[in-house]
């Protein structure tokens, strides 16, 4: 009896023959990547719209609600959803199926957090190889859930990683037209770490690696000062960040506003922006990258 009652709990946790399962991820970036290799195998819900920023989000009683429906649940984990951390971790002891997507790079591959000791940056998606483990990670995850797919999803991870290992080598090409001495990437908060090591630009946050504490007078300080020494001559604000301190270092320091740069989260989907004739659709990950780059360079 008790393996009979073990397989109708196995058959009832199961998505129904034919239909999508159903995902719930947090971020719009795990959401893309959930998508991008379920395809139509699945119906992914985000909790966080474009522009919110993880680091200070705050689950409300829907978001429970969402959770609770979901078939299979990501997030991207590194305690980059600082306020959720606690609840998704308390899911997964329950049975849940809850995955961690960016937790799939090595330890030696992440970069650590400067601001508390021991601690990971959790920003991985700006390296696209290090995303594409996370997509590999959505793979198991998903061939988890729905076994009878597994397949399907493992060549979707697969097709992804060329994807995203091409647009790495294109992105480096990009920067190289840059001159040395001006690969200086200046921002709102230091999420781009990972970003100015697989593209080679050297990357300086106004603010830590979460928004939860703002940049103080001495911060701005620092930073128009290091602007002015290095004869920056652009500055970049952030989608999911307000912009008002950039833009006081950019009056105090003379450098212009170079353009926005997504981070933390994509955009609308469907909102295009155009560069040098391309179009990048900053509401997926694909389009928001080459729309940073192209912006940067």
Do not use: C
Not at 106 to 131: C, I, S, T
Request: net charge neutral.
């Amino acid at each position: 009896m008790a393996g009979a009652a073990g397989l109708m709990t196995l058959l009832l946790s199961l998505p129904a023959a034919g239909e999508p399962l159903r995902v719930t991820a947090t971020t719009t970036l795990v959401a893309d990547l959930v998508r991008s290799v379920g395809g139509d195998r699945v119906r992914v819900e985000a909790l966080m719209g474009p522009g919110v920023d993880p680091h200070l989000y705050k689950p409300a009683a829907q978001d429970v609600r969402r959770l609770s429906r979901a078939e299979a649940i990501f997030y991207s984990g590194l305690h980059l959803e600082g306020r959720m951390t606690d609840v998704l971790e308390n899911l997964r002891r329950r049975g849940r199926k809850v995955f961690a997507v960016a937790e799939a790079v090595p330890p030696d591959q992440r970069l650590a957090d400067e601001e508390y000791a021991g601690a990971p940056d959790p920003h991985v998606w700006g390296d696209p190889a290090l995303w594409a483990l996370a997509a590999e990670a959505v793979a198991r995850g998903l061939a988890e859930a729905d076994p009878a797919h597994a397949a399907t999803y493992t060549a979707a991870a697969a097709r992804l990683r060329e994807e995203f290992l091409r647009l790495r080598e294109e992105g480096r090409a990009q920067v190289a037209r840059i001159p040395e001495d001006r690969r200086v990437l200046i921002t709102s908060h230091d999420a781009f770490r990972y970003f100015g090591r697989a593209f080679g630009l050297e990357v300086v946050g106004v603010q830590g690696i979460s928004t939860t504490t703002e940049a103080g007078l001495a911060d701005v300080t620092r930073i128009a000062d290091l602007v002015k020494r290095r004869g920056v001559k652009a500055l970049f604000v952030e989608s999911s960040v307000p912009p008002a301190t950039i833009e006081r270092i950019s009056k105090d320091s003379g450098a212009r506003i170079g353009g926005e740069l997504f981070s933390d989260a994509l955009g609308t989907p469907g909102d295009l922006r155009v560069h040098g004739g391309r179009r990048h659709d900053v509401g997926t990950y694909v389009g928001m990258l080459g729309h940073n780059l192209a912006t940067v360079v």
